[in-house]
């Protein structure tokens, strides 16, 4: 029944099996207070005009039986109630009704009791609620008890007209409290309706989530993740299409200046030079498409490779990038500096390489010539963190916040330089990712570009 039943029913059954339980205790917790409370009262009544009764009896027991059983019955009479007299061993002496003879011995519950005086009710079949009071004394040296059995109707009544008059005020209230928790349960489970109704209605092609939701609260947090998963799928897909469109014209772009080259190549043949420069621009083309294909490749299979970690030296990393640069920076004219502390990195070495040479390659590429490119590493605030920071063409403020999306390239990027796909920080977004790591940049136009890795 829980599976399928919706939240607000069963807030609304939980809220009402709840005060029904509450209900139920105060019923019983009230009900026989209220009726304590009157059986002590009756019981004082009965002990006071017990206590008077047995003042008449300090010169007749156990001396004169005959004068005994006239006063019960005198007093008898005016109050209405059956007195019996018992001796010491709570045997009948004498009784007011005449019925029960001397020394008779008595089968009931207050005899047993022991505090006295003190009085028990009792629900016969034949008399309806009845009250026994026991009551003891002494004259001289005899001991005896005086047992009064008066009718307690009135009090059976009166507990029975409260309880009803109770079962009447809880009923209404139970009924109230439905109605209330209804309320109450409709109105904490509404937001929960709205999101469903708002989910229902997103499609693949309309991608829309808006509900309002006041109170600062987990269904606030919830609304608030939602959202964000909704926007984020939003710009998942502005970024596949623009994926697939920028990719399309990538590829498109060296496929068309190779189909000219190669149109045109047997109306050179003839003519060396030309010749060999059209070879020459041909074999460019297909290295800039090789390029572009491969970086597509690794940024699609970045999160599927495993990320083997190993330590690896800082002299192994300026090792490293001298080798792959040296030669580089200074056919550039630019020159790369070091300035490393110590540290050792816990991390996948080729990943780790590849985001390195994407930045140095960046930063030589977009640097003037005569200028220089400085790698440096230190211990920062828990973390292991190497930059790569260069004086070149800068990046500008409204640029910022894309440089790590698949194919951007600000427009003084590809004026400074055309030989760029615009993956290479899409690429070492991933791999610093990957690491559980973190990237800052810090860029000023035409100043220069410091980029921070850091890592544990």
């Not at 019996?84 to 047993?112: A, C, G």
């Not at 008399?127 to 040296?141: A, N, R, S």
């Not at 690794?298 to 040296?326: G, M, T, V």
């Amino acid at each position: 029944m829980w599976k399928v039943m919706k939240i607000q029913y069963q807030l609304w059954l939980i809220y009402s099996c709840v005060f029904i339980c509450v209900t139920l205790v105060v019923y019983m917790v009230v009900s026989r207070t209220y009726e304590h409370r009157l059986q002590v009262g009756y019981e004082q009544v009965s002990i006071t005009q017990g206590t008077t009764i047995l003042n008449q009896f300090k010169e007749t027991y156990p001396y004169s039986p005959n004068r005994s059983i006239g006063y019960l019955r005198t007093y008898s009479e005016q109050i209405n109630s059956r007195l019996i007299m018992l001796d010491e061993e709570k045997k009948v002496y004498v009784d007011s009704f005449n019925q029960l003879v001397p020394n008779t011995i008595l089968h009931l519950t207050i005899l047993k009791k022991e505090t006295v005086p003190g009085s028990i009710f009792s629900n016969t079949e034949a008399f309806g609620y009845v009250q026994y009071t026991l009551l003891p004394f002494q004259t001289g040296e005899s001991k005896g008890y005086l047992l009064m059995v008066q009718d307690a109707n009135e009090l059976f009544a009166e507990v029975t007209s409260f309880q009803r008059w109770m079962i009447q005020t809880l009923l209404i209230a139970v009924f109230s409290f439905f109605m209330i928790s209804y309320i109450v349960s409709t109105w904490f489970s509404k937001p929960i309706r709205q999101i469903i109704t708002q989910l229902k209605k997103i499609t693949p092609q309309k991608r829309v989530f808006s509900v309002k939701h006041q109170r600062q609260d987990e269904v606030k947090a919830l609304i608030d993740a939602i959202k964000n998963m909704v926007e984020e799928l939003n710009l998942y897909d502005d970024r596949q299409r623009r994926f697939l469109s920028t990719s399309s014209h990538e590829l498109k772009t060296p496929l068309t200046t190779m189909q000219l080259i190669v149109e045109n190549l047997p109306y050179v043949r003839e003519q060396e030079a030309l010749y060999g420069e059209f070879v020459q621009d041909l074999a460019f083309q297909v290295k800039k498409m090789q390029r572009l294909v491969d970086q597509l490749l690794r940024i699609n299979s970045i999160w599927d490779d495993k990320c083997n970690k190993e330590l690896i030296n800082i002299h192994d990393i300026q090792e490293h990038l001298l080798d792959s640069f040296q030669y580089i920076a200074l056919g550039n004219e630019i020159e790369l500096k070091f300035d490393l502390e110590p540290l050792e990195f816990y991390v996948d070495r080729e990943l780790f390489y590849r985001a390195l040479e994407n930045l140095v390659s960046n930063a030589i590429r977009y640097s003037p010539k005569g200028r220089q490119v400085k790698i440096t590493s230190k211990r920062e605030k828990g973390w292991n963190k190497i930059s790569i920071c260069d004086h070149g063409i800068g990046i500008g403020t409204e640029d910022l916040p894309h440089i790590f999306e698949l194919f951007f390239r600000s427009n003084d990027a590809t004026e400074w330089n055309q030989d760029g796909t615009g993956l290479g920080l899409t690429i070492v977004k991933q791999i610093v990712d990957l690491h559980n790591g973190r990237i800052e940049v810090y860029s000023l136009k035409n100043q220069g570009t410091c980029i921070n890795l850091f890592f544990n």
